[in-house]
């Protein structure tokens, strides 16, 4: 049967935590794969540890934004580390896409849309006249041309992706209850897979506490949807 599949979050610069997440989160009822930031990438250990994990899928969210020449170079200069797939925010433009796109290789390369940060409000505040959902369609129609492997956007926008894009949609901003935080678009988990989203990226819910209790949450969570 297919399984639910998640990204577990490895928001942190402690090795030894993260090596715990590694160990705890292994659960044959979920597919798993983690997800490592610019924190991490960028700690003491983190280039080096990443380096090391083998037989995991490893996603490098590293949103790379910058002219074509310096998002291609920071792609070559990772290339080392194996990673599965990696970011790369769609407003970088076209030109810097498909440049990126070309030397990927193996690594699926996924587009940024609207952070879940942002709200409406936010954007007009950055000096965008679009609202998100009028934002996230240009964005994904820019993603598609370019031929991109992946997208990243809120689950509140996935069935807007879903009209245009026919890849994979990776899904932030999961909550249990949806009660936001820093998080200004959150959903369940529950409500992310009804909507269509293929991956989840769960964090804090799932890594702040007990691990294995909270990954059983999850399972209990899903299981009167889910494909478990």
């Known amino acids: 049967m297919k399984k639910n599949k998640i990204f577990v979050a490895c928001d942190s610069t402690n090795v030894l935590k993260i090596k715990k997440v590694l160990k705890d989160t292994q659960n044959s009822k979920l597919k798993i794969g983690y997800k490592f ?3 991490f990438l960028n700690s003491r ?3 080096s540890f990443l380096s090391k994990i083998k037989n995991k899928i490893i996603f490098a969210d590293l949103k790379i934004h910058d002219i074509p020449n310096t998002c291609v170079s920071t792609i070559k200069a990772i290339k080392d580390l194996n990673i599965d797939y990696l ?7 076209l030109e810097a896409l ?8 193996k690594t699926k390369l996924i587009g940024v849309t609207t952070l879940t940060s942002l709200n409406n409000k936010s954007l007009k505040e950055i000096g965008y006249n679009k609202n998100i959902n009028q934002l996230v369609t240009h964005q994904v ?11 990243v956007c809120s689950a509140h926008e996935v069935k807007i992706v879903k009209k245009f894009f026919k890849k994979e949609i990776i899904t932030p901003g999961i909550r249990f209850n949806t009660k936001s935080d820093d998080q200004k678009r959150v959903v369940t988990p529950k409500q992310a897979y009804k909507n269509g989203s293929d991956w989840l990226v769960i964090g804090r819910p799932i890594t702040k506490g007990d691990i294995k209790r909270n990954i059983q949450k999850l399972i209990d969570h899903l299981s009167q949807w889910s494909k478990i």
């Open 98 to 105: 498909k440049a990126c796109k070309k030397i990927s290789g």
């Open 87 to 93: 970011t790369i925010h769609i407003s970088s433009g």
């Open 37 to 39: 930031g610019l924190e």
């Open 45 to 47: 250990y983190g280039r």
């Open 141 to 151: 129609k820019l993603a598609k041309k370019a031929k991109l492997d992946a997208i």
